[in-house]
């Protein structure tokens, strides 16, 4: 799901339920190639996996301090509760992900 800076109010800190934002942008390779692991992450688990393109919603990266993309982040009831940096893996970002179900 595509979110901007209008939507991550509702569908991100709004939400009961443990979102995982990915900030990225069109043109990033590493962005691109952890796609389809997010997706698959997407269908295993119970959580929203959302996408921030950083190009178009600069006000959201600076505010969440993103530096490189992708960047991903999970929030939980408007906290965020962890980021993961790069195109890591699958068991990386899984492991990260179960700490928090």
């Not at 939507?7 to 939400?15: G, I, K, M, P, R």
């Not at 119970?46 to 006000?59: A, C, G, H, R, S």
Request: aromatic share 6%.
């Amino acid at each position: 799901m595509q979110i901007d800076e209008l939507s991550f109010d509702t569908e991100v800190l709004q939400s009961h339920q443990l979102v995982l934002v990915d900030f990225w942008a069109p043109w990033c390779g590493p962005c691109r190639m952890i796609a389809p692991i997010l997706d698959e992450i997407a269908q295993e688990l119970d959580i929203k996996v959302v996408k921030l393109n950083t190009d178009e919603n600069p006000n959201l990266a600076t505010e969440y301090g993103i530096r490189s993309i992708p960047t991903l982040m999970l929030f939980k009831k408007g906290q965020r509760l962890d980021t993961v940096i790069g195109a890591v893996p699958k068991s990386t970002l899984m492991n990260t992900i179960e700490k928090y179900l």
